[in-house]
């Protein structure tokens, strides 16, 4: 059985190689997430129809990621819907070609070429976007847009549309459509504070937070001890008790690899984990009216297809993280409004936060009431 197994992985590896030697990395990429790469006769036809279509494309669209193809079973991301939505709802006018895996870079980097038009188009977090729309960083305001059905009503609201996105767009940016991937929860390391259900059990934790002064204020109001540590160093600082505990998503806890080193993860719903994918604005302002068209649409059935896949993407990290013994905990009512009432944004505290960021308290109530309205997008919580 070993040999077998063994002898299919060598046979993937060389139909890979193969595949992004004769010019098809992307055919390579489509090739392995289809999970045809055990077989020449399945991959040569896939690098064939990825030729064939990028032959007869206008227009080649590169769109990079900080995530590999198979991330979306845990972390809905979806690039390859995006890819296959674009270029079909284009006609095969674009093609586009997939840079997953931080290939290209991530977060501020991946902006950074997106709006220098190195490339066309990219995911990055949505607080990316906050140096050029400050309302933007209001989304890591606790319990304002925590919840998925919230964090939708926001983005995909009227205030939103005409307040946000005139900014990002002066900043040469066109918003292609917010991804929802759940909240941020409360994850304690192994060995740590055991479950946290109330503020109360979050006493003198170390919390790993990011840059975020609003996440920091946050931690601190509830009872914790903010401790700011580099993503790319958490899960040594989390090992060695460095910190005690993190805030991504069950999502992001998973494809990072932490499942070995968690006990408890408790679904607190205070801050969404929002990600977005950009396009260059003067890149999609060339195109012609009928590309630019498909190219909004084919983001909006992608945008669809993220919201149905939160809740399985969810199941599975949940179920893997559970193999490894990590238990989990949802909040009641009436646990929850513990949280809110600890480090909620009606508080005072947040009021320097509210007339900063959102130009006014008329202006930050304007959110506050795009948030709470049901919007045309159901999305499944925790």
């Known amino acids: 059985m070993t040999d077998d197994r063994n002898e299919?992985?060598?046979?993937?590896?060389?139909?890979?190689?193969?595949?992004?030697?004769?010019?098809?990395?992307?055919?390579?990429?489509?090739?392995?997430?289809?999970?045809?790469?055990?077989?020449?006769?399945?991959?040569a036809q896939t690098a064939n129809e990825e030729r064939d279509r990028e032959k007869a494309a206008d227009h080649i669209m590169t769109v990079a990621t900080a995530y590999v193809l198979g991330a979306s079973r845990s972390y809905p991301i979806m690039q390859l819907d995006l890819k296959e939505n674009i270029q079909n709802a284009t006609n095969g006018k674009i093609y586009v070609k997939l840079a997953p895996g931080g290939q290209l870079g991530a977060g501020g980097?991946?902006?950074?070429?997106?709006?220098?038009?190195?490339?066309?188009?990219?995911?990055?977090s949505l607080s990316n976007f906050a140096p050029?729309?400050?309302?933007?960083?209001?989304?890591?305001?606790?319990?304002?847009?925590?919840?998925?059905?919230?964090f939708t009503n926001l983005v995909n609201s009227d205030y939103w549309d005409a307040e946000v996105h005139p900014k990002v767009e002066a900043a040469g940016f066109k918003a292609l459509f917010y991804v929802n991937i759940d909240p941020r929860v409360v994850a304690v390391r192994k060995g740590g504070a055991g479950a946290v259900l109330s503020p109360s059990d979050l006493s003198g934790v170390k919390f790993r937070v990011p840059g975020s002064k609003m996440l920091q204020q946050y931690y601190r109001m509830v009872g914790a001890n903010p401790t700011p540590v580099a993503w790319g160093e958490t899960p040594s600082a989390?090992?060695?008790?460095?910190?005690?505990?993190l805030d991504p998503s069950v999502g992001a806890?998973?494809?990072?690899g932490f499942k070995d080193i968690l006990s408890?993860?408790?679904?607190?719903?205070?801050?969404?984990?929002?990600?977005?994918?950009?396009?260059?604005?003067e890149w999609f302002n060339s195109m012609p009216a009928d590309v630019q068209e498909g190219i909004m649409w084919g983001s909006e059935m992608t945008a669809h297809q993220n919201l149905s896949k939160v809740p399985s993407a969810?199941?599975?990290?949940?179920?893997?993280?559970?193999?490894?013994?990590?238990?989990?905990?949802?909040?009641?009512?009436?646990?929850?409004g513990e949280w809110k009432d600890a480090g909620g944004y009606q508080r005072s505290e947040w009021d320097p936060f509210k007339t900063e960021l959102a130009g006014s308290m008329d202006a930050f109530n304007k959110l506050e009431e795009a948030a709470s309205t049901q919007g045309k997008y159901y999305v499944h919580d925790a």
Request: aromatic share 8%; hydrophobic share 45%.
């Open 8 to 43: 299919l992985k060598s046979a993937e590896r060389r139909n890979f190689m193969k595949l992004a030697a004769t010019g098809g990395f992307t055919a390579a990429l489509v090739a392995g997430a289809a999970g045809t790469l055990w077989s020449t006769e399945a991959a």
């Open 109 to 124: 980097s991946l902006v950074q070429k997106v709006q220098g038009g190195t490339i066309q188009a990219a995911q990055h």
């Open 132 to 150: 050029f729309a400050s309302t933007v960083d209001l989304i890591n305001m606790p319990y304002l847009c925590g919840s998925n059905q919230r």
């Open 238 to 245: 989390i090992k060695q008790g460095v910190a005690d505990a």
């Open 253 to 256: 806890l998973y494809v990072f």
């Open 264 to 281: 408890h993860v408790t679904f607190t719903q205070a801050v969404p984990d929002s990600q977005v994918y950009s396009c260059n604005l």
């Open 314 to 336: 969810r199941a599975f990290a949940m179920a893997e993280l559970s193999k490894a013994g990590v238990e989990f905990h949802s909040l009641s009512e009436d646990q929850l």
